[in-house]
Each structure stands twice: as C-alpha cells, then as structure tokens.
Nanobody, 124 residues
Framework: QVQLVESGGGLVQAGGSLRLSCAAS????????AGWFRQAPGLERELVAA????????YYAAFTKGRFTISRDNAKNTVYLQMNSLKLEDTAIYYC?????????????????WGQGTQVTVSS
C-alpha cells in the first residue's frame, strides 16, 4: 500500500503560481510511476501530468502548454507540480496518484493509489 497526501493548494490570482506537493508513505515510492490529475465541478477527472519512477520521462496534457512542470524527489518520497501562469479554468481539486504499472499511464483506471486532493482556486 502507498498512502499519498497532497498539499500546497490555495487561492491565487490569475497569472500567479502554486507548487503542489504529494508526500508518499508506505511502500518504496521510487518503485511507482506517478501522476497529477484534476477535477473541476461538474467535469470529469482529467490527467494533468505524469512522471516515470526515476523522473526520466514525463507526460503533459495539452492544456498545460508549458505552464506546468512535474518533478519528483525519491529521497523525500515526494512528487511536485509547479504551476505557473494560472488561469481561471485551472480551478479544480488536484489529486496525486501512483501506479504499479510500467510506463507513462494516462488513464484514471491505470492508477492504483490516490490522495484526497487539494483545492486550487484561481481568481480574477
């Protein structure tokens, strides 16, 4: 089992930045690929970014358009999501997830462990 706890969400003005963190505990986190998802009210959960266990490869959803950066520090059992140039439409609950599968997994069903989420609200 892997337990995931997100932090770093909050209220930010459009154009601002936030850095989300996802702290893992339990099994060796370095054995898992990880991803960040988000879910806005009334919408389906969607993938934001994913990263391989060693940080050697990443995937980004098109809407991030170079604004977001996913990274990880396995020594700290933590995955990060740096979000810059935030837009109103980035408002959502952001979830961290981990998967035992190999490769950059882009589907919700491909992830085995989930955090409780952290709220990000972008205001005008």
């Amino acid at each position: 089992q892997v337990q995931l706890v997100e932090s770093g969400g909050g209220l930010v003005q459009a154009g601002g930045s936030l850095r989300l963190s996802c702290a893992a505990s339990g099994r060796t986190f370095a054995n898992y690929d990880a991803g960040w998802f988000r879910q806005a009210p009334g919408l389906e959960r969607e993938l934001v970014a994913a990263i391989r266990w060693n940080g050697g490869d990443m995937y980004y959803a098109a809407f991030t358009k170079g604004r977001f950066t996913i990274s990880r520090d396995n020594a700290k059992n933590t995955v990060y999501l740096q979000m810059n140039s935030l837009k109103l439409e980035d408002t959502a609950i952001y979830y961290c997830a981990a998967t035992r599968a190999i490769g950059l997994i882009t589907t919700i069903s491909g992830y085995d462990y989930w955090g409780q989420g952290t709220q990000v609200t972008v205001s005008s």
